[in-house]
């Protein structure tokens, strides 16, 4: 090879390696940083609705409660759409807008009454879930499970990954309920952000990843809120959602 064919080759891959570095220097520099309310990470007690599936365990008497020691399957009661479930002994109780300690104190309380000695209680939520909405392969929910240390990206792949017309910068999680909600706001692009939140899931968060061609004006995520509507719309589907599951 002659030297000035040897000094255009090399030429040639030099401007191929900064064209490379560059493509990727550009990925990676027009990140959004990530954005979380001041609330977002306080603990928030899950409160109980109509059509949850409840568990519940009452010490020394089974046999008034749905679980059983030594039996696997424990499919609980389902809370009416009226917000109410039927025990033995104590008959139809509301239990719809109780968090699951309170619950827990209402039957102690109730079972006090008939039996002579007063029995703990376990109450759980069966059927807790995460609603991943947007540009994702297969929008919908996730069996809550709290041992599984549910990630936004874990619960992404979950429901088949984002589609190509995600906008990877811009995945909200809104935890909370239409009236009191907390916002987190990732760029998927930067793994410095998500590291330093490293958000876990929680019952009944959702987590939405918009259209790349939403503007700025229907989700100002510059001035760090989304819009209104787009909180209705997550919450209503949601709630469409849960009735006609």
Same mark, same amino acid.
């Given at each position: 090879?002659?030297?000035?064919?040897?000094?255009?080759?090399?030429?040639?891959?030099?401007?191929l390696l900064n064209g490379c570095?560059?493509?990727?220097?550009?990925?990676?520099?027009?990140?959004?940083?990530?954005?979380?309310?001041? +609330?977002?990470? %306080?603990?928030?007690?899950?409160?109980?609705?109509?059509?949850?599936? =409840?568990?519940?365990?009452?010490?020394?008497?089974?046999?008034?409660?749905? #679980?059983r020691p030594g039996i696997s399957?424990?499919?609980? =009661?389902?809370?009416?759409?009226?917000?109410?479930?039927?025990?033995?002994?104590?008959?139809?109780?509301?239990? /719809?807008?109780?968090?699951?300690? %309170?619950?827990?104190?209402?039957?102690?309380?109730?079972?006090? $009454?008939?039996?002579?000695?007063?029995?703990?209680?376990?109450?759980?939520?069966?059927?807790?879930?995460?609603?991943?909405?947007?540009?994702?392969?297969?929008? +919908?929910?996730?069996?809550?499970?709290?041992?599984?240390?549910?990630?936004?990206?874990?619960?992404?792949? %979950? $429901?088949?990954?984002?589609?190509?017309?995600?906008?990877?910068?811009?995945?909200?999680?809104?935890?909370?309920?239409?009236?009191?909600?907390?916002?987190?706001?990732?760029?998927?692009?930067?793994?410095?952000? =998500? /590291? %330093?939140?490293?958000?876990?899931?929680?019952?009944?968060?959702?987590? #939405?990843?918009?259209?790349?061609?939403?503007?700025?004006?229907?989700?100002?995520?510059?001035?760090?809120?989304?819009?209104?509507?787009l909180i209705n719309t997550l919450?209503?589907?949601?709630? =469409?959602?849960?009735?006609?599951?």
């Open positions: 090879m002659s030297v000035l064919r040897y000094l255009l080759f090399i030429l040639g891959l030099l401007l570095s560059s493509k990727t220097h550009q990925l990676f520099s027009k990140h959004h940083p990530a954005y979380v309310t001041e +609330g977002f990470f %306080q603990k928030r007690d899950y409160v109980i609705k109509p059509h949850d599936r =409840i568990s519940i365990f009452v010490y020394q008497y089974p046999e008034l409660g749905t #679980y399957n424990d499919n609980g =009661i389902e809370v009416t759409s009226g917000g109410t479930v039927l025990l033995p002994l104590v008959g139809r109780i509301k239990v /719809a807008g109780m968090t699951k300690e %309170q619950l827990e104190d209402r039957l102690f309380k109730l079972y006090s $009454r008939y039996l002579e000695n007063s029995p703990a209680v376990r109450v759980e939520v069966l059927n807790q879930k995460v609603y991943v909405m947007g540009e994702v392969a297969n929008p +919908g929910a996730l069996a809550y499970d709290k041992n599984a240390f549910l990630t936004p990206l874990k619960a992404i792949a %979950q $429901r088949g990954g984002l589609t190509d017309f995600a906008d990877r910068t811009k995945v909200l999680i809104v935890r909370g309920n239409r009236h009191d909600y907390d916002l987190a706001l990732l760029d998927l692009t930067d793994m410095r952000s =998500i /590291a %330093q939140y490293n958000i876990v899931l929680q019952p009944e968060d959702i987590v #939405y990843v918009g259209h790349n061609n939403v503007k700025d004006a229907n989700m100002p995520f510059n001035g760090m809120e989304p819009s209104l509507s919450f209503n589907s949601i709630a =469409i959602y849960s009735v006609f599951k």
